[in-house]
């Protein structure tokens, strides 16, 4: 004990001089990051210092960018530029510390045997468990990245299924929205940049706890037969289209023909004509019926099959055939 010879030796000083020891005036304190950091601390206050260390010191690592005297200063590109830690492999390997040890970093010994670990789970979010910045994550994990751990269960359940699919909400009027100018309502983008319509837009717009409760079967019963083809279900002809305009009964309009009378754009009298004039196709149909109409309303015709769902044009076509 050479610093007590050195800084009092009588029976009377020794209390103040034990009290003025330091730690580094008793034990060797460069083989341990604790006792490094508490070598100016003394005897009488080392309780307290110890209790205010904090847990990145003890795990080894280096407070960088603070206002402490004396603090080293990061300048590795892909750093903070706030404080934070480094963890040092080698003097050339240095790296950020982040996530959930970061967290810990930042507490003291005293916090953490306090429920301190307890608070760090509490406000811990994915992202600082999983790297949801890695390339080929799962777009449900990137969404998630900010959400905390505790309540990921609701987020999941609040999740729209486009997110899980990959596609990107549009015009939504949220900050950091996207904006579409080719079409100004919301809708939902794929990896590409294409519109995504039918029935993969009506599953985007669904929850996924929709889809774990029945959303699948609201979906379907809502299914168009225009959903159909813009989701490449099935591909169609122009005298397709016009076969569909006809069997849907969606359009009013009719002519007197001389030698049939009155002609509607429907299928039984679509194949009234054709019982006689066998060569006559959906289109020529179509047109006949249509051939003092407005343009704009013979469009409209043409498209209105489009609007009904799957199961009434089943119904419409059984009822007319029956």
Do not use: R
Not at 25 to 37: G, R
Not at 119 to 126: N, P, V, Y
Not at 303 to 317: E, G, P, V
């Amino acid at each position: 004990m050479q610093a007590l010879k050195e800084k009092g030796t009588t029976v009377s000083e020794l209390g103040d001089t034990i009290n003025d020891l330091q730690l580094q005036d008793v034990i060797d304190t460069s083989a341990n990051p604790i006792l490094d950091s508490l070598k100016e601390s003394n005897i009488n206050n080392l309780a307290t210092d110890l209790n205010n260390v904090s847990m990145g010191v003890a795990m080894g690592y280096t407070h960088v960018n603070t206002d402490e005297e004396g603090a080293e200063t990061c300048t590795t590109e892909g750093h903070s530029s706030t404080p934070h830690w480094h963890e040092k492999d080698s003097e050339s390997n240095i790296t950020e510390v982040k996530g959930i040890y970061a967290k810990v970093a930042d507490k003291t010994i005293n916090d953490m045997s306090n429920g301190g670990m307890k608070d760090i789970m509490a406000e811990l979010t994915l992202g600082e468990v999983v790297d949801t910045t890695a390339d080929g994550i799962s777009p449900i994990l990137k969404e998630l990245s900010t959400t905390k751990v505790n309540a990921l269960g609701t987020a999941l359940n609040d999740m729209s299924m486009g997110v899980a699919m990959g596609y990107t909400h549009v015009n939504t009027g949220e900050e950091g929205s996207e904006t579409c100018s080719t079409n100004v309502g919301q809708h939902w983008h794929d990896s590409d940049g294409n519109e995504v319509k039918g029935i993969y837009a009506k599953i985007a717009d669904k929850k996924l706890s929709e889809m774990s409760s029945g959303g699948m079967n609201g979906i379907m019963e809502g299914l168009t037969m225009g959903d159909l083809v813009d989701s490449g279900v099935i591909e169609l002809t122009p005298n397709d289209e016009c076969t569909l305009a006809i069997l849907s009964g969606e359009c009013n309009h009719t002519i007197n023909h001389p030698a049939y009378g009155t002609l509607g754009c429907n299928v039984t009298d679509y194949m009234k004509y054709k019982a006689i004039d066998s060569t006559a196709t959906a289109t020529t149909y179509f047109n006949l019926i249509h051939s003092a109409t407005e343009e704009a309303d013979k469009t409209e015709c043409l498209n209105s099959w489009q609007k009904i769902t799957l199961k009434d044009f089943m119904a419409q076509i059984l009822s007319a055939l029956g």
